[in-house]
């Protein structure tokens, strides 16, 4: 499953693991999508669609779940 929401397009990114002795690792920082299926409420919400939404586009209101 490919770690991207379909909503925004958030994607996993790479930062660095940081040290008490300032010593950088590179490491992936991945968002916190669920698969569901949902409506987007911006087109009036009377298509569903099923895919990766992450939380921060569920917890705004774009799209609305389907239970």
Do not use: E, Q
């Amino acid at each position: 499953m490919a770690r991207i929401c379909v909503v925004c397009d958030k994607r996993p990114r790479v930062a660095n693991l940081v040290s008490h002795a300032n010593n950088k690792v590179k490491r992936w920082v991945y968002p916190n999508v669920h698969r569901m299926r949902f409506t987007l409420c911006a087109d009036g919400g009377n298509r569903v669609h099923a895919g990766s939404v992450c939380a921060k586009c569920v917890k705004a209101g774009k799209v609305k779940k389907i239970v």
